[in-house]
C-alpha cells in the first residue's frame, strides 16, 4: 500500500473516530465497494455479498472502539469480512479446493540449451497497448474467479488491496510463508491464464529458438 | 552437461520471483537472481510477464458495484456508530 494510501486510511479512521459525520459517509462510499468486491469473488453472488458488505459495515461501526491503531484500519475492516463471509459458509461457487502445483505453472521451453525461448506470449504491447489491457482485465478477473479459494483470497488482499504479507497472514490466520507461497502460486496461475489468452486471440510473430 | 544445470538454475530462480518482485528478498538472493537473468533471455522475459501479470491485478478494480445503500441500511450503520460513539464519551 502507498504512503498516501496509508495516511488517508488513517486519517479516514481518526476523523471516523472523532465522530465527524462527512468521515461517516466518506467511510461507507470508500469502504463498501471495497467489501463488496471481496466478498463477491470469494462467495461469487450478488446477494450475499451485498450482505456480507452490509453485516460487515455493522460490526465495523458497533466495534469500533476496539480499532486500536487506526493507521491499520483497512486490515482490521478486511478480517472482519473475511470471518463474515466465512459465517455465510456459503462454498465457493467458482472453483473446487485444490493445490496449485509450481511445476505445472512453469513454461515449457522449445529447447534446452541457453538460447532457447520460452513458449509464452508477445506482452510487449502492455501496459501502452490500452484496448489490451481492458481486455485483459476481463480475463484477469474471470481467471481470479477459478482460482482456488485460499489463493484466490491472498491475491485479493495482497496484490488488489495493497495490503503486505504480514497483513495479510493475519486476516487470514495462516504464517507469513503460507501468504508468500500462495500469493506466488497465484499470480502464476493468473499469468499462465494471461498468456494463454494473448497466445490464442493475439497471435504474435513466432519467436524462434535462435543459438 | 549445461542445459541440465540452466534448467535447474532456472528453477530456482522460478520460485523466487514473486519475492523478487515485491522487493522482499535478501540482498544476497536478489544479486543472485539478477545475476541469473543478466544471462538469461527467457527468463527476463518470463519476469516481464509476470511483473506485467501483478501490476494489472495492482490496477484490476471489478466492474460490478454494489447497488446504493438503501436508507435503512445507512441508518442502521449510523445508529451503531453513533452508540458506539456515545459508549466512548462515557
Same mark, same amino acid.
Given at each position: 500500500?502507498?504512503?498516501?494510501?496509508?495516511?488517508? $486510511?488513517?486519517?479516514?479512521?481518526?476523523?471516523?473516530?472523532?465522530?465527524?459525520?462527512?468521515?461517516?459517509?466518506?467511510?461507507?462510499?470508500?469502504?463498501?465497494?471495497?467489501?463488496?468486491?471481496?466478498?463477491?469473488?470469494?462467495?461469487?453472488?450478488?446477494?450475499?455479498?451485498?450482505?456480507?458488505?452490509?453485516? /460487515?459495515?455493522?460490526? @465495523?461501526?458497533?466495534?469500533?472502539?476496539?480499532?486500536?491503531?487506526?493507521?491499520?484500519?483497512?486490515?482490521?475492516?478486511? &478480517?472482519?469480512?473475511?470471518? @463474515?463471509?466465512?459465517?455465510?459458509?456459503?462454498?465457493?461457487?467458482?472453483?473446487?479446493?485444490?493445490?496449485?502445483?509450481?511445476?505445472?505453472?512453469?513454461?515449457?521451453?522449445? #529447447?534446452?540449451?541457453?538460447?532457447?525461448?520460452?513458449?509464452i506470449a $508477445?506482452w510487449?504491447?502492455?501496459?501502452?497497448?490500452?484496448?489490451?489491457?481492458?481486455?485483459? /482485465? #476481463?480475463?484477469?478477473?474471470?481467471?481470479?474467479?477459478?482460482?482456488?479459494?485460499?489463493?484466490?483470497?491472498?491475491?485479493?488482499?495482497?496484490? @488488489?488491496?495493497?495490503?503486505?504479507?504480514?497483513?495479510?497472514?493475519?486476516?487470514?490466520? @495462516?504464517? /507469513?510463508?503460507?501468504?508468500? /507461497?500462495?500469493?506466488?502460486?497465484? &499470480?502464476?496461475?493468473?499469468r499462465?491464464?494471461l498468456d494463454?489468452?494473448?497466445?490464442?486471440?493475439?497471435?504474435?510473430?513466432?519467436?524462434?529458438?535462435?543459438? | 552437461?549445461?542445459?541440465?544445470?540452466?534448467?535447474?538454475?532456472?528453477?530456482?530462480?522460478?520460485?523466487? +520471483?514473486?519475492?523478487?518482485?515485491?522487493?522482499? +528478498?535478501? +540482498?544476497?538472493?536478489?544479486?543472485?537472481?539478477?545475476?541469473? +537473468?543478466?544471462?538469461? %533471455? %527467457?527468463?527476463?522475459e518470463f519476469t516481464d510477464s509476470l511483473r506485467k501479470t501483478?501490476?494489472?491485478?495492482?490496477?484490476?478494480? %471489478?466492474?460490478?458495484?454494489?447497488?446504493?445503500?438503501?436508507?435503512?441500511?445507512?441508518?442502521?450503520?449510523?445508529?451503531?456508530?453513533?452508540?458506539?460513539?456515545?459508549?466512548?464519551?462515557?
Amino acid at each position: 500500500m502507498s504512503a498516501e494510501v496509508r495516511e488517508h $486510511d488513517e486519517q479516514l479512521a481518526r476523523r471516523l473516530l472523532a465522530g465527524e459525520p462527512e468521515a461517516f459517509t466518506h467511510f461507507i462510499e470508500y469502504f463498501r465497494p471495497k467489501i463488496f468486491h471481496y466478498s463477491w469473488l470469494m462467495c461469487g453472488n450478488r446477494e450475499d455479498a451485498e450482505e456480507v458488505a452490509q453485516d /460487515t459495515l455493522l460490526k @465495523v461501526f458497533e466495534s469500533l472502539n476496539q480499532l486500536h491503531e487506526p493507521e491499520r484500519v483497512r486490515p482490521w475492516v478486511f &478480517r472482519i469480512a473475511k470471518n @463474515v463471509c466465512l459465517m455465510k459458509r456459503r462454498r465457493s461457487v467458482f472453483a473446487p479446493s485444490h493445490e496449485l502445483s509450481l511445476d505445472e505453472l512453469m513454461p515449457s521451453k522449445d #529447447g534446452s540449451s541457453r538460447g532457447a525461448r520460452l513458449q509464452i506470449a $508477445d506482452w510487449s504491447p502492455l501496459p501502452d497497448d490500452q484496448m489490451l489491457q481492458r481486455e485483459l /482485465t #476481463g480475463v484477469l478477473e474471470q481467471a481470479i474467479r477459478e482460482l482456488p479459494e485460499a489463493y484466490r483470497s491472498v491475491i485479493l488482499l495482497r496484490d @488488489v488491496e495493497a495490503l503486505s504479507t504480514a497483513e495479510t497472514a493475519e486476516i487470514l490466520e @495462516v504464517s /507469513t510463508d503460507v501468504v508468500k /507461497t500462495r500469493l506466488h502460486r497465484a &499470480r502464476l496461475s493468473l499469468r499462465k491464464r494471461l498468456d494463454e489468452y494473448l497466445k490464442s486471440n493475439r497471435p504474435s510473430p513466432v519467436i524462434v529458438h535462435q543459438n | 552437461m549445461e542445459p541440465h544445470k540452466h534448467t535447474e538454475s532456472c528453477k530456482e530462480i522460478f520460485a523466487m +520471483l514473486s519475492e523478487y518482485l515485491n522487493l522482499e +528478498l535478501p +540482498l544476497e538472493a536478489c544479486r543472485e537472481i539478477e545475476s541469473h +537473468l543478466a544471462d538469461c %533471455p %527467457p527468463c527476463i522475459e518470463f519476469t516481464d510477464s509476470l511483473r506485467k501479470t501483478v501490476d494489472l491485478c495492482r490496477q484490476y478494480r %471489478p466492474a460490478e458495484l454494489p447497488a446504493p445503500i438503501e436508507a435503512q441500511a445507512r441508518d442502521q450503520l449510523l445508529s451503531a456508530w453513533r452508540k458506539t460513539l456515545a459508549s466512548r464519551a462515557v
